[in-house]
């Protein structure tokens, strides 16, 4: 029975009292359910990300409490980010993330955050869905831990940057020579096939890609005017999320997916 005084529900048999947001991940939150409920429709429905401030207003609460409780929903909705892999034709690439370093290297081997991205090609040339990780850098090591995790294998991957080639390896003997198979091919390590090609001003076979992280990149300074590097794994969760779901046009849909994954 519900206990209206403390909001709690009590079992009628042995007095066990328990919140009705008990073993959620909303767990010991300070505020009641509806609270709750209106910052999913928050977050849900706004098109390019809700800040802190604007959420703490919405709900009149502290700042602080506004923050804990959208990185909640960022855990959550990086959860339903793992539910599929991407496959077919992807592109796969880095871009860094940082504010303005004047006089300093740009790019690769500079002072800014490494991200990893991977977009899904529909058809070979529709955007589909996408996967980003902040990275220490640009390594083979975590190109390949990136790979693994969110690209089926059997996926034909296209990238200009040379470290890639990891996912080109093949198993080699006591002796140092490439094992073959039946048919007299190298037997790979990794079940992908990469190609590499060089893009320029005129052909940029990863324009997708590029148009989606310099929207990420909009985003960060427009809404949020820069993100901790902390948080920016999270904040790259629920722009992922946002965008793999783009498609879905009712905001009741997405809190539904959000509920299950609570």
């Known amino acids: 029975s519900l206990l209206k005084n403390r909001k709690v529900f009590q079992c009628t048999h042995c007095c066990h009292q328990e919140s009705v947001l008990a073993n959620t991940a909303f767990h010991g939150a300070k505020f009641d359910l509806f609270k709750i409920l209106f910052a999913i429709y928050l977050f849900v429905s706004s098109q390019s990300g809700i800040s802190g401030t604007q959420l703490a207003y919405e709900l009149e609460v502290n700042v602080k409490t506004a923050c804990s409780l959208l990185r909640t ?78 690209i089926k294998e059997g996926a034909i991957l296209h990238s200009d940057k040379s470290k890639t080639s990891v996912l080109n390896e093949c198993y080699k003997d006591i002796e140092g020579n490439k094992v073959l198979d039946k048919e007299g091919n190298p037997v790979k390590k990794y079940k992908y096939t990469l190609s590499q090609e060089k893009s320029d001003k ?33 904040y790259i969760a629920e722009y992922t999320w946002r965008y793999n779901h783009r498609g879905i046009r009712s905001n009741k849909e997405k809190m539904k997916m959000l509920l299950s994954k609570a």
């Open 202 to 234: 005129v052909k940029n076979p990863m324009k997708w890609l590029h148009t989606l992280v310099s929207n990420l990149k909009n985003e960060i300074k427009g809404i949020y005017h820069g993100i901790p590097p902390k948080f920016l794994n999270m």
């Open 73 to 150: 929903l960022r855990a959550i909705a990086d959860i339903e980010n793992t539910k599929e892999l991407l496959s077919g034709y992807i592109d796969i690439d880095a871009a860094y993330l940082g504010g303005i370093d004047r006089g300093n290297k740009r790019g690769r081997g500079s002072n800014k955050q490494t991200v990893l991205v991977a977009q899904e090609l529909e058809k070979g040339k529709y955007p589909g869905k996408a996967f980003m990780m902040p990275s220490k850098s640009e390594n083979r090591k975590e190109i390949l831990e990136f790979v693994q995790k969110h």
